[in-house]
């Protein structure tokens, strides 16, 4: 056998009690007499389908259904099942979708749904033991979702995605990754919405929203902190908590806020010194009393250590149980409530939780089904995220290519049969299959997928008249002599990266040398990187483009394409800053580099909120490329900055035109800071909107600035509070960009949770 996914987990084969799962048959005492009363009356003893009346409302259907549960169904559904039919799982549940994420066996008695699980936020996933893998649509990856600044643009593709999940009989989407970047080298950085609150909040929340309009339920992860593969089952994360307030919690409150989804995973890791998945402060207290939250906490796959903690401390469903009796709930649960350690009332609340949410987000009532897919249209649809997403990074005058470039020399990548993706549980298997096959480890989080969708094909097909020659960079001296007899090389370079492990920010395979040889050769050179995070690029002085591509997704090759020739003009900004050394970075190295395999260890937060650009700004760094970056083919002006403060929201109005000869959409930026100082760093992203604008064309905007980006967390009023001042408004291209700025001044504001 393999490694298995479940041993790269670090699940235990440990010693095991017999767990029967099957739910039981006899009724409930509570459900004796029919009635079928849309009122919920206790007295009355409704019938044990009386929960499914449309007429009632969420609350009022799971609570029947509670009621009319005995304790081992209730049991059934807070115990998840890895869904994968291998030999190292010992259920392998037949009902449960092939080689899936996870499964929650329903209860058929009561008519009520199994759960059937997958990822994530690019697509239908498949676990890669799977042959033959699910195709499905893959999105370009979330990083490359917060590089469109675009939200309903995000929305749409979590439509489609969770479509095809309808389609492929999940009802719950592990999707909505919304981790900060705090350290570029993370291996799941591809996953996440980058470095911003407010912008990975409001990307990530858009694309719960447009998943979970299917009828399924989303699932906003890994709650919280969880921002290096590295130990990522033992590290302990230490931050302060205003400052985690006004940060990653942050991130995870917009992303709430806006995409209500069903569910969130609670991590692997330790924040303060306790578990995620038992932490009464997350849990409990931040998510669930603070900001309300009515859905139900699952575990990350194993993430789950304690019945007694993880119960009492919120959790409402453990998962990805592979081995017999490997689980913290089902029997271990009866039997701490039969002990009194747990309520009883504890598990109804995670079971009503459960039902409630699976009612709400139309689940039970709209079953899904396997379907056809519209592969065709929804091409269209990653296509269109790419083509909005991709950041142009430099530009010496060498792009669009349009039809000066008669003889193009395209290096390396792969690029003459795909576009690369990120690995792990996320992994979509795009229509086509890989690519570029036996590539990667050989065990899970392996193989590395190319998506089949070639650039090189796809801009021989844009540029027909152009002579396009093809080099694929493993000889250093073919590479240059191509480039040499070429108008414009084009080199892609791509770095893998993956859930479980983190990564160097120097590219991968000595192609730092590749381009650089290229860029010697000519120096019209354009690179496009395929990488799931920030790389170090010490050729940028010799190339004369270049292109973040990111995992462009399963038509990343005409997405490419299209950027380059002109046909599309890029629009992406960066979602976090590149930086220019590691040295510039809190962390130059990844915490628990070089500790024994199973050694605990803390990562200290020391940087606090100072994520991203707001650590830059606060140290003076210069970074290589700033958060908020994106060049385009067009010009933008913008002018008359000016803000109102209206029943204490603060409104910026400014008007924005399109000063070249191109359509073009711009990105607004509009950062905030306290004139009298007072907060992790001089300023944050408060405002942002996306317009597309004809040449010559102007519009007014008014945008409002996100209360809670104006505010420092206070500890003893438990809640976020605006000191009373003076503050600047700054309308820029990015974080860096000196910008305009006027100064307003705030009245004192407290913003209690809702
Ligand atoms: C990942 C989760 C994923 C789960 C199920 C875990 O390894 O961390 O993001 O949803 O597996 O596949």
Not at 83 to 103: I, T
Not at 285 to 296: A, E, H, I, T
Not at 575 to 581: A, C, D, K, L, N
Request: charge should be neutral.
């Amino acid at each position: 056998m393999q490694i298995s996914r479940a041993l790269a987990l670090g699940f235990g084969f440990g010693f095991l009690q017999v767990a029967c799962v099957a739910p039981s048959s006899s009724a409930p005492s509570s459900a004796q007499s029919a009635n079928s009363a849309p009122v919920v009356d206790k007295q009355a003893s409704p019938s044990p389908t009386a929960w499914q009346d449309k007429r009632l409302s969420a609350d009022q259907r799971a609570e029947l259904l509670v009621n009319a549960m005995n304790q081992r169904e209730k049991l059934t559904l807070v115990t998840g099942y890895f869904g994968v039919q291998q030999d190292w799982n010992h259920y392998n549940f037949k009902e449960a979708r092939p080689q899936s994420a996870g499964f929650v066996p329903g209860v058929s008695r009561l008519g009520f749904t199994p759960q059937w699980q997958t990822d994530a936020g690019s697509g239908v996933a498949t676990q890669r033991e799977a042959p033959p893998a699910l195709e499905r649509t893959l999105l370009p990856s979330g990083i490359l979702g917060a590089s469109t600044w675009n939200p309903p643009l995000a929305e749409l593709g979590g439509k489609m995605i969770g479509s095809e999940a309808r389609s492929s009989g999940f009802n719950v989407m592990l999707a909505g990754g919304v981790n900060l970047m705090r350290d570029p080298g993370n291996g799941r950085n591809f996953e996440y919405g980058g470095e911003d609150p407010l912008l990975a909040g409001t990307m990530v929340g858009a694309l719960v929203r447009g998943i979970q309009a299917n009828h399924i339920v989303a699932t906003v992860k890994h709650f919280a902190l969880n921002n290096q593969e590295l130990g990522r089952d033992r590290v302990n994360v230490v931050i302060d908590e205003a400052a985690a307030r006004i940060s990653d919690l942050l991130a995870f409150q917009i992303a709430i806020e806006h995409g209500d989804p069903g569910s969130v995973m609670c991590s692997y890791n330790l924040v303060n010194g306790v578990y995620a998945c038992q932490n009464d402060w997350l849990l409990n207290q931040v998510l669930k009393r603070d900001w309300g939250f009515k859905g139900y906490v699952m575990t990350d796959w194993g993430a789950q250590h304690d019945t007694v903690l993880n119960a009492n401390h919120g959790l409402d469903q453990e998962t990805g149980v592979a081995q017999l009796g490997n689980y913290v709930f089902l029997d271990k649960l009866a039997g701490a409530i039969e002990r009194k350690q747990v309520a009883q009332a504890r598990l109804d609340d995670m079971v009503r939780r459960i039902a409630r949410t699976l009612i709400e987000k139309g689940a039970v009532d709209e079953p899904v089904q396997l379907g056809p897919i519209d592969f065709a249209a929804h091409a269209q649809v990653t296509q269109a995220a790419a083509e909005d997403g991709i950041v142009l990074l430099k530009n010496q005058g060498l792009l669009p290519l349009g039809a000066k470039a008669k003889r193009i020399a395209v290096i390396g990548g792969h690029a003459d049969v795909g576009v690369l993706t990120g690995g792990g549980s996320a992994q979509v298997y795009p229509p086509g299959g890989n690519a570029v096959p036996g590539l990667g480890p050989k065990d899970w989080p392996g193989p590395t997928v190319y998506a089949a969708s070639s650039p090189l094909a796809a801009l021989r097909s844009e540029l027909p008249k152009a002579t396009i020659t093809w080099q694929s960079g493993a000889d250093l001296e073919a590479a240059s002599a191509a480039a040499q007899e070429a108008d414009v090389a084009i080199v892609f370079a791509t770095q893998w990266t993956t859930e479980s492990l983190d990564f160097s920010l120097t590219l991968p395979d000595e192609q730092d040398r590749l381009i650089a040889a290229v860029a010697r050769a000519n120096k019209h050179t354009v690179v496009v990187l395929e990488t799931g995070g920030p790389v170090l690029m010490p050729w940028l002085d010799q190339v004369g483009s270049v292109l973040e591509a990111w995992y462009p997704g399963s038509r990343g090759g005409p997405a490419i394409a299209r950027v380059l020739s002109g046909a599309v003009n890029p629009s992406g900004h960066l979602p976090v800053t590149f930086p220019r050394t590691l040295e510039q970075l809190p962390r130059a190295k990844t915490a628990g580099e070089g500790l024994p395999k199973d050694a605990h260890f803390d990562v200290h937060y020391d940087e606090g909120a100072a994520v991203g650009y707001r650590w830059y700004a606060k140290k003076g760094h210069d970074p290589l490329f700033p958060f908020g970056h994106g060049l385009s083919y067009t010009t933008f002006a913008q002018s008359k900055l000016a803000a109102t403060v209206d029943g204490g929201e603060l409104k910026v109005t400014f008007t924005v035109r399109n000063t070249g000869k191109r359509a073009g959409q711009s990105v607004a930026q509009v950062y905030v800071s306290p004139v009298a100082g007072g907060w992790e760093a001089p300023e944050r992203l408060g405002a942002f909107a996306k317009v597309q604008l004809a040449p010559g064309e102007s519009r007014v905007l008014t945008l409002t600035v996100e209360p809670r980006l104006l505010s420092n967390y206070d500890l003893e009023r438990k809640a976020f509070r605006i000191a009373p001042g003076v503050y600047r408004v700054s309308l820029k291209n990015s974080a860096r960009d000196p910008g305009q700025k006027l100064n307003v001044s705030l009245a004192e504001r407290v913003i209690p949770h809702k």
